[in-house]
């Protein structure tokens, strides 16, 4: 019954499906890059963030990751451009550019 | 296809005589099968339902979990979750509740949740009305669950058994609807046989899904979002699961069969042997139907009984067989709902179209009776045997879409 979902494909066949389409792993919305959707882009000015991890916890999409106490650059395959994090940031170190690049 | 009722192979479980309620049967089938999970919000008629099993799992009879939801929304998707979860579940509605559950029916559906819902068929609204037709389940018809409705309270006690085995076959996964007629069969205390539970236990076995949510180190995720490039083939393997059902449906009566020496088909026909005229009908009317034949067949008329059980997946084929094979001059399809489509009734409409697609030509006529409880009788049926006859013999055109019992 466990398929591996790798093997599935625009190609596949509707008999090589799973059933329901169910994913039998956990964490698969990984591989679905939504950061694509964006319309705007957030880019950080490494200079004016003081690392007050702010913007890291109101990220709807878990865009900015942390390691060792301070956040890292954002994870532009899943940002979908929402602006929270620019909004929240008492240093104005997040500024929101137009378009999908950074 | 087997005759309802017949004893006549080696019988496992002994024969319980009781008399019971519709409403009763069922519960009591719940009671025996002793489901995981029942979220449910009581609605007439079938109130009886949750009433019944609160009152079991009360008096530490059942250890099911009894949720109590707010409405039937809520009901259907605490059942969706339970099943994804790994739970046997069941629930029971009528009429409008059934409406309610609209949307979570296809989802419980395109899941592939092996849940099974007892409806008692009421009218939906408006306007507004408590008694049986079957306008709720023909409703849902189109939902991608399996329908099996009954005649009696016996026939409600034993397609309930039947529907976990079909419901949790791997080739199948899909939910059930077990349906019987509002007040008719629900209320209407009548004799019963039933079997003993420690049958019924083995016959539904313990549920071991393969796949389920509260499954540590086997992680599952259920009802992901599709782009269009998956959607149509999800929907198709959906389809194939249904059409795998009619196997399965026989081969869970098969069983059936042996452990209660009652034989269930798709459908049952009912002296069709040799018939000039033949009913196509489904439900308690059945019932009504029966009688009429009996008393036909006793002043000479050849007429017989098509009764469907199996409403989904639809046995247009068979039926299509059955009908050639009786050699009928015309036959009488009778609907309990109104598809306000302007032609017919759903029977009205899917018969037909199996007879083309099976190129069976023989006249048919399609009857709305029983609206919202309206009496259906002996004398309607063999009223509608006696214009068959005309319309056969070109005495009369076949009247279109007709109501029966309507003034006019």
Not at chain 2, 169 to 192: K, W, Y
Not at chain 2, 374 to 403: C, I, M, N, S, W
Request: hydrophobic fraction near 35%; aromatic fraction near 8%; proline fraction near 5%.
């Amino acid at each position: 019954m466990r398929t591996d979902i790798t093997y599935i494909n625009e190609r596949s066949p509707y008999t090589d499906l799973t059933e329901g389409l169910q994913l039998y792993a956990g964490g698969t919305s990984r591989l679905f890059k939504t950061g694509e959707w964006r319309t705007n882009t957030p880019v950080l000015d490494q200079d004016k963030c003081r690392q007050c991890l702010l913007c890291a916890p109101v990220c709807p999409d878990s865009s900015i990751p942390v390691q060792g106490g301070r956040r890292l650059d954002f994870d532009y395959d899943h940002c979908k451009g929402c602006g929270i994090c620019a909004k929240v940031c008492p240093f104005g170190a997040i500024t929101m550019k137009e378009g999908i690049e950074a | 296809m087997s005759m309802n009722g017949s004893r006549d192979r080696q019988v496992c479980s002994k024969a319980i005589p009781e008399r019971m309620s519709g409403n009763e049967a069922v519960s009591y089938a719940i009671k025996q099968v002793n489901p995981d999970v029942m979220p449910a919000f009581p609605i007439t008629p079938s109130t009886e339902i949750p009433q019944m099993v609160s009152t079991f799992i009360a008096n530490g009879e059942i250890d099911t979990a009894f949720i109590p939801v707010e409405s039937e929304h809520s009901a259907m998707s605490a059942a969706i979750g339970a099943e994804a979860a790994g739970a046997r579940t069941m629930t029971a509605t009528s009429s409008a509740g059934l409406a309610l559950m609209w949307e979570e029916l296809l989802l419980a559906a395109s899941n592939r949740l092996p849940i099974v819902l007892t409806l008692v068929n009421r009218t939906l609204s408006g306007p507004i009305n408590i008694n049986c037709d079957h306008s709720d389940g023909m409703g849902a018809r189109d939902t991608g669950w399996i329908q099996i409705y009954a005649e009696n309270n016996q026939e409600a006690y034993d397609n309930y058994i039947q529907a976990f085995p079909i419901a949790e076959d791997p080739r199948v996964h899909l939910p059930v609807m077990i349906c019987q007629d509002g007040f008719i069969t629900s209320h209407a205390v009548e004799n019963i046989e039933l079997l003993e539970t420690e049958h019924v236990r083995r016959f539904v076995g313990e549920y071991r899904p393969e796949e389920f949510l509260l499954n540590p180190g086997k992680p599952v995720s259920v009802g992901p979002y599709a782009i269009s490039a998956y959607s149509m083939e999800a929907k198709r393997a959906q389809e194939a699961a249904m059409e795998r059902a009619g196997e399965v449906i026989l081969e869970v009566a098969d069983r059936f069969h042996t452990m209660s020496g009652r034989g269930y088909g798709f459908f049952e026909e009912y002296r069709t042997e040799d018939a000039e005229y033949l009913m196509v009908i489904m439900g308690s009317a059945a019932g009504t139907a029966k009688e009429a034949v009996d008393e036909l067949r006793n002043e000479g008329h050849k007429v017989g009984i098509i009764k469907i059980r199996v409403f989904r997946p639809f046995p247009e084929k068979e039926i299509a067989e059955a009908i050639h094979k009786s050699g009928c001059k015309a036959v009488a399809i009778m609907d309990r709902c109104e598809s306000y489509n302007g032609n017919s009734g759903p029977l009205g409409s899917e018969i037909p179209a199996g007879l083309y697609r099976n190129k069976v030509m023989v006249d048919t006529v399609n009857y709305i009776y029983g609206l919202a409880g309206r009496d259906f009788t002996v004398d309607h049926v063999k009223d509608v045997f006696k214009e068959l006859a005309q319309v056969a013999q070109g005495a009369k055109p076949a009247p279109h879409h007709k109501y029966i019992g309507l003034r006019e």
